[in-house]
């Protein structure tokens, strides 16, 4: 937080104390909600909630507060401001309040509750987490099909003010069976005499309440919208998901996957606000368990330190060796990750990508030898800068095979391919580089006198 915030943290700080409200909603009247939120966070819990209530956009500011300090703050406001507050609220944004609460916070807010939003918030909580369901809001805008446009328009101005949005109508039957959409554009422009019907698109693209997370942003992405409407397994329209809440799933996914491609396990939150506890119980797990899988590394070179003791000089160039067998391992495997997640390749690509990958392996392997073969000349003859050469591109080709193969291989077994981390890439490239490196040197040196320093 930079002076400025400081200073006016502190002015709101003494503002409430004194009980000054006016010049406390003064001084933050021209702040954008999001920016209010940043400075809501840096008050005490008792003065946040007593200027919070009083701010004429308050739901909308509190929707922007972290979301582990929304329900620390939520204990402390008065039962009957919580529950103005949590019915301000989108339906989606309070259902995921709610779920983020202890039991006990869930049995005081409740019963303050109107009975229409305790059923949203109990039906909307049951969907499983990940899916369609849990991510959609119940509110959206409907009209019916023999409606004419002057009609339309009326209801939308008395019954949609709380529709999460309204630029895309969606068309229902008596059963609430998703018909057709309309854009509000063309309810604006059309003819008042016309009907729904008449203006509506039929072809539809939805989504099941069932669907993953992942697949809806995928969805609204690909077709470029502004809402999905969701749907049950009769067509019923149950919700619809916005394009701001499927791109809090890109993030988080995002996220999720770079943390796995660190070795890091996921759900860290705030980075700044996360304790030493917790982000050593994130990262000791495959820190550990990579440990032993260095092992690999120690016993190829105790298999062949013969080779080695003979040839002192190979030791100068094994960590060089090693390391660009796991870069280039982790540059394919990146790319790899990223075009899974994506859906720009599937399984039965993997036959045709790793030949290509084959080629560009082999193209980088020797363009890196022939740099690497000088120093091997400049520092043993001519057969340390062979081995070096020969090994450089063996490694860097079994390096991209293992970079590119592993995603293929741990979606094949309904693993995330992200768990293909670069830590897990290196570990395996290291172990498979050491080995290429010093069973070639044993080939070609076995029978040489050692080569000097």
């Known amino acids: 937080m930079d002076h400025t915030d400081t200073t006016l943290t502190l002015a709101l ?3 409430i104390g004194n009980n000054d ?3 406390a909603l003064a001084a933050v009247k021209s702040l954008r909600p999001v920016d209010l939120a940043d400075v809501l966070e840096q008050l005490e819990p008792t003065l946040c909630w007593r200027l919070l209530e009083r701010l004429p956009k308050r739901a909308e500011v509190f929707s922007y507060i972290e979301a582990d300090e929304q329900v620390r703050l939520a204990r402390e406001f008065p039962r009957a401001t919580l529950a103005e507050l949590v019915s301000e609220m989108p339906a989606d944004e309070r259902t995921d309040l709610f779920k983020r609460f202890d039991q006990n916070q869930r049995d005081i807010l409740l019963p303050a509750l109107a009975q229409a939003e305790r059923e949203d918030i109990r039906k909307l909580s049951a969907y499983v987490e990940g899916t369609a369901g849990a991510l959609m809001t119940s ?9 004419s446009v002057a009609q339309s328009l009326a ?3 008395d019954e949609a003010p709380d529709a999460e949005t309204i630029y895309q109508v969606y068309v229902i039957d008596d059963e609430r069976r998703l018909l057709g959409v309309v854009s509000l554009r063309d309810l604006i422009l059309a003819d008042l005499n016309k009907t729904i019907e008449d203006l509506m698109t039929s072809d539809v693209v939805s989504a099941d309440v069932g669907d993953d997370q992942e697949d809806i942003a995928k969805k609204i992405a690909r077709y470029d919208l502004l809402a999905l409407p969701i749907i049950d397994e009769i067509g019923v329209l149950i919700g619809i998901v916005t394009y701001d809440d499927a791109m809090d799933v890109v993030s988080a996914e995002a996220t999720d996957d770079i943390h796995k491609s660190a070795g ?8 700044k606000d996360a304790s030493i506890g917790l982000l050593y119980r994130k990262r000791v797990f495959w820190l550990v368990l990579l440990v ?5 590394s120690g016993a190829g070179i105790a298999h062949f330190e013969d080779i080695i003791a003979a040839n002192i000089v190979l030791v100068f160039f094994l960590p060089l060796l090693v390391d660009s067998g796991g870069n280039a391992g982790s540059q394919s495997a990146t790319l790899m990750v990223r075009a899974l997640a994506t859906g720009e390749v599937v399984m039965r690509d993997w036959l045709h990508l790793i030949g290509r990958e084959a080629l560009v392996a082999l193209a980088l392997g020797c363009t890196m030898a022939a740099a690497v073969s000088v120093l091997g000349y400049v520092r043993g003859d001519e057969t340390v800068a062979l081995v070096l050469a020969l090994s450089m591109v063996s ?3 079994i390096g991209c095979m293992i970079g590119m193969s592993l995603p293929f291989v741990l979606s094949k077994f309904n693993f995330d391919p992200a768990s293909a981390s670069a830590p897990l890439i290196t570990s395996v490239c290291d172990a498979t580089g050491v080995v290429t490196y010093l069973f070639i040197a044993s080939r070609l040196l076995a029978d040489l006198s050692v080569v000097p320093v």
């Not at 509110?139 to 409606?147: E, I, R």
């Not at 032993?292 to 690999?296: I, R, T, V, W």
């Open 139 to 147: 509110d959206y805008a409907a009209l019916k099909q023999d409606m």
């Open 264 to 271: 890091v396990s996921t759900v860290i939150g705030n980075l």
């Open 155 to 157: 209801y939308l101005r």
């Open 13 to 15: 700080s003494d503002a």
């Open 395 to 397: 490694i860097v080709m």
């Open 21 to 23: 409200f006016d010049s």
């Open 292 to 296: 032993f899988g260095n092992l690999f």
